[in-house]
């Protein structure tokens, strides 16, 4: 039941009318924004995310500078117009967070010694908000940063899954993310079965957060057969 | 979108598996974990008996010794300048590498020679493990380009603007009358009348390097 | 450099303070230790010491959840807890363990909210939790969590009177029903590190914090750390955290 006493799942379907375990429509463009090194467009339903990429490049000031490697640094931000109540524009709390914790899911697939002095930045920007913001952001800012030509051990990709009236999801869309009893965010390198990101809140069982995990790796990799997909295309 | 009858070459993700190392050379664009080798970047794959690597489709340039490349005097100093490379890391052109004659710095400018905003054709001479850069022009070859226009484009397509053997640039030279050197750090110097149209034939190339088919159209574009 | 010495330890099955992989460091939980506040509570896990404090105030409840209090956790890296925290607004590190703390709380329901309803729409007790740092010697998010259960735990209402807060006059306590635990688990190598010290934490490959209830749910989970897991490193890590957890449930 959400909050509000709906209910969430009615016949096995899902109030967008998907099946639990079925992801919503996923757009993905690379190379929109032709002043970054690197950029590109993901959308999971109406959820849009755009990332841009610029660098490597010199860092400013120089006692930031990591003299046997690059860093990377990351600004998530939502715009005002992406929510129903308008944001105010600048960080908050969460944004603080959530660009720490791209940042973390990103930095593992990066070869960052390889750009001593140097600082790969990325920017992801949420457009339209409506559940599974973070993770289509993460999605966007890997194939922004192998469009820049960044070198890295794999691409990231990020999906939700979750558990809402009592069942296991996939892909949590704005009003289920407020109504469900779990929302968990999982980012990994596909082709290494290496988790970058892990966030969760809710309330689960042992048993359930296996489930999950187990979810979230399947999707993960359908999410990459698409990446693949649109950089291949792109180039191709 | 995909061109009709243009043949393209697959491109690779980055961790995209390429194959057992067998004792081959692995290039910069890969990377290996073991005996297992795998794209590090996105490009087109180069695998063949002797090495293994993929030629990025974009990226910043990265200093490598003995590349030969254009530069851009950023600043005049006490025994050098220093100049910019187009890349995150400047490098240091040193008087001695420089000049042939001997130069009293406490009594000469040093900016007679080269000046800020001067364009030059050196090479790599020196990078270090944190890529603290030197350049030198002691090379045959190395001079100062005066005139004439720069442009960037990826530095993994000079090659193929280059062309096997020289092939495309000397065409490009010899159909517009233009000077040009091109540096392997992705930027290339032009000076003529119709600089425009080498400049376009250049571009076009970067933008469609690995379509096969191109020497023909570059052909058919100067030919007017 | 830093974390050296623990990392060779640790390369030879060790750690500092002849500890074992899956121990925690002693901890020292003291309640009621503010008097100003509605509930407090001092927490020391070695070295590592936070203080919680609890105020209430009456504000407007948040307009999705009419009849219900309000919780917000926030926490302060004071610069005198270690060289290298700086005055200022929250950085990164401060805004994110207030946030996973907050979570911790909030997702496994232990304030019961709705008992926190003065007068439906227009008047809820908020319940401020407030994290400060006095020491950073490693692991300050499970001391924060600590500190910030034990200080609800020992957190009393005070009384109304003409619409005014009385303070230290109070009438109940919090109505709190679960003792929900943070457990941090780090990785290096091969190796699983449950509470790292302050040199253990500049060596680990990664971390990942788990809350759990007393019913063993799992309320909230945090990776944190750059380098990546396993899956197989995730269930064993969650494991381990939960067994801990029941530990250190009978402390608070």
Same mark, same amino acid.
């Given at each position: 039941?959400?909050? %509000? ?127 599974? %913001? ?22 990231? %990709? ?79 | ?224 | ?252």
């Amino acid at each position: 039941m959400g909050k %509000t006493g709906e209910k969430m799942i009615v016949n096995g379907k899902r109030i967008d009318g998907r099946k639990p375990e079925e992801l919503r429509k996923i757009e993905m463009k690379v190379g929109i924004i032709n002043r970054a090194n690197g950029s590109a467009e993901v959308k999971f339903g109406n959820t849009v995310a755009l990332a841009s990429v610029h660098g490597p490049r010199e860092l400013f000031p120089r006692w930031m500078q990591e003299s046997q490697s690059g860093i990377l640094r990351c600004r998530y931000n939502m715009a005002p117009f992406s929510v129903d109540d308008r944001k105010s524009p600048g960080p908050d709390r969460r944004s603080v967070e959530l660009s720490k914790v791209i940042r973390l899911a990103l930095e593992p697939a990066l070869f960052l010694e390889d750009f001593p002095k140097a600082t790969i930045d990325a920017f992801v920007e949420v457009i339209q908000a409506d559940g599974s %913001t973070r993770v289509t952001g993460i999605n966007a800012a890997s194939l922004a940063l192998a469009h820049a030509g960044i070198p890295m051990k794999d691409l990231v %990709t990020a999906c939700s899954v979750g558990k809402i009236d009592g069942t296991l999801i996939v892909d949590l869309s704005g009003k289920e993310d407020n109504n469900s009893e779990c929302d968990m965010a999982v980012a990994m390198m596909p082709t290494k079965d290496k988790v970058t990101l892990l966030q969760m809140d809710g309330v689960i069982t042992r048993e359930e957060f296996s489930k999950l995990l187990k979810l979230a790796k399947e999707n993960c990799k359908k999410v990459y057969e698409l990446q693949k997909k649109v950089l291949k295309e792109k180039f191709g | 979108m995909m061109e009709k009858n243009k043949e393209v070459r697959e491109v690779a993700l980055p961790g995209e598996f390429l194959g057992e190392k067998k004792g081959r050379k692995i290039g910069r664009g890969a990377y290996f974990e073991g005996e297992k080798v795998f794209a590090k970047v996105l490009g087109i794959p180069r695998v063949n008996e002797m090495e293994m690597n993929v030629i990025p489709l974009s990226g910043i340039y990265l200093p490598n010794f003995g590349d030969k490349i254009i530069a851009v005097i950023q600043s005049v100093e006490l025994s050098g300048w220093f100049v910019d490379i187009n890349s995150p890391y400047n490098a240091f052109l040193p008087l001695a590498e420089a000049v042939e004659e001997y130069v009293d710095t406490s009594r000469s400018d040093i900016s007679r020679y080269f000046d800020v905003d001067d364009i030059v054709f050196c090479r790599i001479s020196r990078v270090t493990k944190n890529k603290t850069v030197q350049v030198s022009m002691r090379d045959i070859g190395c001079r100062k380009l005066y005139g004439g226009v720069i442009i960037k484009v990826t530095p993994s397509k000079i090659p193929r603007i280059i062309g096997k053997a020289g092939s495309m640039i000397t065409l490009i030279k010899s159909k517009t009358n233009c000077d040009i050197y091109t540096g392997q750090n992705g930027l290339v110097w032009i000076r003529g009348e119709n600089k425009a149209k080498a400049i376009e034939a250049i571009l076009t190339i970067e933008k469609e390097s690995h379509m096969v088919g191109l020497t023909e159209k570059i052909e058919k574009m100067l030919g007017e | 450099m830093e974390g050296q010495y623990a990392l060779e330890l640790i390369m030879k099955g060790k750690r500092m303070g002849e500890r074992n992989f899956e121990d925690f460091r002693k901890i020292e939980i003291e309640k009621s230790v503010i008097k100003n506040a509605e509930g407090s509570a001092r927490v020391k896990i070695g070295e590592t010491e936070v203080i919680a404090g609890v105020k209430l105030n009456i504000g407007e409840p948040f307009s999705d959840t009419p009849e219900e209090g309000v919780l917000i956790v926030n926490a302060e890296f004071t610069p005198m807890a270690s060289p290298d925290f700086e005055s200022g607004p929250p950085g990164e590190n401060a805004v994110e363990l207030a946030r996973v703390v907050d979570r911790g709380i909030r997702e496994s329901k232990c304030i019961e909210m709705e008992k926190l309803c003065i007068t439906p729409k227009e008047k809820v007790w908020m319940v401020f939790i407030d994290i400060h740092i006095i020491n950073d010697q490693g692991n300050l998010l499970d001391a924060a969590a600590l500190a910030s259960i034990a200080a609800l735990l020992s957190t009393k209402i005070p009384k109304i009177k003409d619409e005014e807060i009385v303070r230290n006059d109070y009438e109940k306590d919090l109505p709190v029903v679960f003792k929900p635990i943070n457990t941090s688990v780090g990785k290096v190598g091969n190796n699983y590190l449950i509470d790292p010290n302050f040199e253990e934490e500049k060596i680990l490959d990664c971390k990942l914090s788990i809350s759990v209830r007393d019913d063993e749910k799992i309320c909230a989970l945090q990776k944190q750390g750059t380098k990546e897991l396993d899956f197989e490193d995730l269930e064993k890590m969650t494991d381990i955290a939960m067994k801990k957890s029941k530990e250190i449930r009978k402390l608070v």
